[in-house]
């Protein structure tokens, strides 16, 4: 059924009786054949599909995290950024969209030409989620935990509301810290820092 956030916005579970799993291929076609949808696909074969733009706010944040990503990225030509439209095929057999990915550079240069203009069988190896006016923290949170179980590196959950960042690393306790706080890309973004208290709004 349908589920309606505080904001009235719906995200949908969808259900197709005639597959009840699309098959890696088949989620492409379907992505292809429906630009407008925002779609992703759980490690149990179901499809989330939201339905409705992306509000202002959020999407000028989310275009100043990538720019920081970018901006360092075009210095150290370490990789590759990925914006949010961009999907992985994990390991457990979701395909996930994250707000914004970096790939390493081997890792990018050992990818096809046909992977690189689908959605590749790989973890990024950074993903940074941003919460936006309708999105439910604790989903938000577990979507982490499936990021760094299949294999991301560094993941940063970014919510304006409290002002807090949640960091991710494999086998490592979730870490909180606040926008005045300097971030660190540890040893995954090599030299990159950035405080998001001097670039996002909220």
Known sequence: MPIFDQKHIMILPLNIPAHPTFTDEELVAFCVANPELMVERDEHGQLHITMTPTFILSSSNNSELIAEIVFWNRKYKAG??????????LEDKSMRVPDVAWIQIDRWNALSKAEKRSFPSMAPDFVIELQSETDSLAELKLKMVKWISNGVRLAWLVCPDSQTTYIYEPGKPQLAMHFEETLSGGEVLINFSTRLSDILEY
């Open 80 to 89: 590759k950024v990925i914006e949010s439209s961009g999907g992985f095929f």
